[in-house]
């Protein structure tokens, strides 16, 4: 099955400026990768996703990069602002099987924006 | 728009009771992923169903079973309660298609076993 690693499992920034966090793959035949924010207690909500044939994608402030070659995928958020605060979750899906496509999540990242 | 939802959002239980969950997917959407997440952890893959029938099974163990019916609503069976199964579970919903990966998740059952 897939592996996906992320880091780093902290990460503290002021607001205003920009947060990354990377995350790793092992199947290269893993096709999609979306990124869930999720605040205490609530729903991983889906923020950004990207595809296997696509190596960057932007909405406003959050951009996500992919690179196949190296099965390394990444979040970045500029202008952060105190309300990124949560744990993002990055994942990867099982190559697809019969009609599943079950979610590999990375351990999370804790983001902490400080005013 | 319509969401998941899911109900109970809370549910205590005591060692060796049993627990049904259910889900409601968003309409239209036909696939059905349970997921389980323990406190402070990521959320684990246990079941999925497409079309009312199992499509991809993941650590869920032989205590839970799970089905879809008809009207695409899935339930989470639980027998034989253990401390450990004490987590946040969510549903989440998909359509099978262009997107079919993209799902969207359901605000959660927070389980308690006492």
């Known amino acids: 099955g897939e592996n996906v690693e992320q880091h780093p499992s902290t990460l503290s920034v002021q607001e205003g400026d920009s947060a990354v966090i990377k995350c790793t793959y092992s199947?290269?035949?893993?096709?999609?990768f979306p990124w869930y924010k999720q605040e205490l207690g609530k729903r991983p909500q889906l923020i950004i996703d990207?595809?296997?044939?696509?190596g960057e994608k932007k909405d406003q402030r959050i951009a996500v990069t992919l690179n196949k070659t190296a099965k390394h995928f990444s979040l970045h958020i500029t202008e952060t602002q105190p309300e990124d605060s949560a744990v993002y979750f990055c994942?990867?899906?099982?190559?697809?099987?019969?009609?599943?496509?079950?979610?590999?999540f990375g351990k999370g990242t804790s983001l902490l924006v400080t005013p | 728009a319509a969401g998941v939802i899911q109900s109970p959002r809370h549910l205590i239980k005591e060692k060796r009771e049993t627990a049904t969950l259910k889900c409601y997917p968003i309409?239209?959407?036909?696939?059905v992923y349970w997921y389980q997440q323990g406190p402070g952890q990521d959320p684990q893959f246990l079941i999925s169903?497409?079309?009312?029938?199992?499509?991809d099974k993941g650590s869920i163990p032989d205590r839970f079973s799970a089905q879809q019916f008809s009207d695409y609503h899935s339930e989470l069976n639980m027998s034989s309660l253990e401390l450990g199964d004490s987590a946040l579970y969510f549903c989440?919903?998909?359509?099978?298609?262009?997107?079919?990966?993209?799902?969207?998740f359901g605000p959660g059952t927070r389980l308690l076993v006492l």
């Open positions: 169903f497409y079309e009312k029938m199992q499509s």
């Open positions: 199947d290269s035949a893993s096709n999609y």
């Open positions: 990207i595809r296997s044939n696509v």
């Open positions: 309409p239209r959407h036909d696939t």
């Open positions: 994942a990867a899906i099982n190559p697809p099987r019969r009609s599943g496509y079950a979610l590999n």
């Open positions: 989440a919903s998909s359509l099978f298609g262009l997107a079919r990966e993209t799902q969207y």
